[in-house]
């Protein structure tokens, strides 16, 4: 396969990659379903938005916050179901069972960080610690733009942990598992082995009940965007949202079967710092995994990290010591 250029890389040249926004396929049909297409990621965001803006603290909790990401998620389920994007990535009965094994244990994780970090004494000691006043040049700033630094400063982190975990064989191991996905649906983001989970969950499970109204906003906005990571849904999503934002299209090539493909598109709700540090690929892709696309079970997936490891570490040890087992290299 000859692939393409991008910057001083060839992306597609061990598996199909569509390169360039022009050559991605768009939604057709008459100006109703356009308009919704064309309309809803955008209108949603601003939504969210505009009611943690607006809503009173006596609705403005956890639990409001929780049972709308819950019913954004039914929604957009049902919407993969009418409208999928690629018939390849529909659901069969055994990509929904162990989804649901996989969101089950993410939400068991999240339920026992919370208990232990979420616990009425750690807060106390975290809030009684720390002189809190010594953030009110931030928390004086507007509501708005404390999100939108709080959801940025955020982003960034994670950008550089996930460029991490492709580049540093130990922090890939806990995330080797999640891109061994065949397919994206929305409840994707939870396949992996639980310690990625864990690392990604202590950031935002616990101190849940005590987070500034500027947090709540900056968690919505990485929900009305960040969801559409692992979605099988097309949209026409306007060109500034593809510029500032990571979408399906960057995150299905970053799922590429293609080497060098999968090592771009980091970001999880923004794209910028991916343009901005050279790894951002505009394009998608429908053939995803690894080994040609091998299924990983979820036993393998649980002990991917230790069996890999162990692997690595008695290689690495052999050939330093030149040790001879009569086992063939692999
Ligand atoms: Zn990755
Ligand atoms: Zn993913």
């Known amino acids: 396969m000859a692939g393409t250029r991008v910057g001083n890389r060839i992306i597609g040249a061990d598996a199909p990659v569509t390169v360039g926004w022009e050559n991605i396929p ?77 969101v089950s244990l993410g939400y068991t994780i999240l339920r026992i960080v919370d208990v232990y970090i979420g616990s009425e004494a750690i807060i106390e000691f975290i809030q009684s610690s720390y002189d ?39 922090l890939w191991l806990t995330h080797a598992p999640h891109h061994y996905i065949t397919q994206l649906n929305i409840n994707k983001g939870a396949v992996g082995n639980p310690i990625e989970l864990f690392l990604i969950g202590l950031g935002i499970g616990g101190f849940f009940d005590f987070l500034p109204r500027a947090a709540l906003l900056a968690a919505s906005i990485g929900l009305a965007i960040g969801t559409y990571q692992h979605i099988n849904v097309r949209f026409n999503t306007p060109m500034w949202w593809r510029f500032l934002f990571n979408t399906t299209e960057h995150h299905s090539v970053h799922h590429s079967q293609d080497f060098q493909a999968s090592r771009s598109n980091y970001g999880a709700t923004w794209i910028i710092f991916d343009r901005m540090f050279g790894t951002c690929v505009d394009g998608e892709a ?20 230790f069996s890999d490891g162990w692997r690595a570490t008695r290689d690495w040890f052999r050939s330093k010591t030149g040790r001879q087992t009569g086992v063939p290299a692999e």
Not at 68 to 90: D, G, N, T, Y
Not at 150 to 159: A, C, N, P, V
Not at 294 to 304: G, H, L, P, T, V
């Open 26 to 102: 768009k939604v057709e049909g008459g100006p109703a379903k356009l308009a919704f297409f064309t309309y809803f990621q955008p209108v949603m965001l601003f939504a969210l938005v505009a009611f943690w803006y607006y809503a009173p603290n006596s609705i403005a909790t956890a639990t409001t916050a929780i049972i709308i990401a819950l019913s954004f998620r039914f929604f957009l389920i049902c919407l993969e179901m009418v409208m999928p994007r690629h018939k390849s990535w529909q659901l069969t009965w055994k990509e929904l069972c162990t989804d649901l094994f996989y």
């Open 132 to 170: 809190w006043d010594n953030l009110s040049w931030f928390t004086g700033m507007p509501l708005l733009l404390q999100a939108l630094l709080i959801s940025l400063i955020f982003d960034f982190g994670q950008y550089w942990m996930h460029r991490g975990m492709h580049n540093w064989y130990p």
């Open 286 to 305: 429908e053939k995803l995994g690894m080994e040609g696309g091998r299924r990983m079970q979820i036993k393998e997936a649980m002990y991917f990290p």
